[in-house]
């Protein structure tokens, strides 16, 4: 049973525009939630994060939001370059235990 | 700084032979861990471990092993490979949890 939900695989952003990638997790024990972003033939790397005590959390051009009530959180990136075209996975945890990931969005960035 | 660093890229096997991934961190990490990908499965946790000689299961452990012996490796050993376990494995570590985890680029492994 699917923990965290990215239900959108994938979404496509002209340069200079907002993207906007969306997941939901269904556990509210979880505390603690991050984003990764993955270039093929490499392994994920850690974008940004947001513990549940806050409600955005800004690096840059990217600003993860948490809604804690509808369980929901999103990571904004904006402007968006070509070279944010990348698979984001979302993943959250709860303190003592795993990370839990979602199933990735493919984001393409058009020039 | 070489990072978490993965070995081989790619395998392939035939079905019932065994193999050993191997994982190597160079930051003195105490926690580490094996996932693997799937289409449409995100990433999955297979065994993990907070410390040299510590081990746990994940998410999805049946058919792997691991030892932890000391702080830099973490091997994943594959006993009878099936094909259910062709998948893209990742190895990561980090200081601890809930600290955001460092990624190897991976071992794409078929198993036919």
């Known amino acids: 049973d699917q923990q965290v939900k990215q239900n959108s695989p994938s979404l496509s952003v002209q340069e200079g525009r907002i993207s906007i990638l969306n997941c939901d997790y269904t556990?509210?024990?979880?505390?603690?939630f991050l984003w990764y972003k993955k270039y093929p033939a490499e392994g994920p790397t850690f974008l940004i994060s947001?513990?549940?005590?806050?409600d955005k959390n800004e690096d840059g051009r990217f600003t993860v939001f948490l809604n804690k009530s509808a369980k929901h959180l999103s990571l904004h990136i904006v402007p968006s370059q070509p070279g944010d075209s990348a698979v984001y996975f979302c993943?959250?945890?709860?303190?003592?235990?795993?990370?839990?990931f979602g199933t990735g969005t493919s984001l393409t960035v058009i020039p | 700084n070489a990072g978490v660093t993965q070995t081989p890229k790619f395998q392939v096997l035939k079905t019932g032979q065994s193999m050993t991934l191997q994982c190597a961190q160079d930051?003195?990490?105490?926690?580490m861990s094996w996932y693997r990908q799937d289409p449409g499965m995100g990433l999955r946790l297979i065994h993990y471990s907070v410390g040299a000689g510590i081990t746990d299961q994940g998410e999805v452990p049946n058919g792997y092993n691991v030892s932890r012996s000391t702080t830099e490796d973490f091997p994943l050993r594959l006993l009878s490979a099936a094909p259910s376990q062709t998948s893209v494995y990742f190895c990561a570590s980090s200081y601890g949890q809930p600290l955001p985890l460092h990624f190897g680029n991976g071992t794409r492994l078929t198993v036919t």
């Open positions: 947001i513990s549940s005590i806050k």
């Open positions: 930051m003195n990490h105490e926690y």
């Open positions: 993943a959250a945890t709860s303190p003592g235990n795993q990370f839990y």
């Open positions: 556990n509210s024990m979880f505390d603690y």
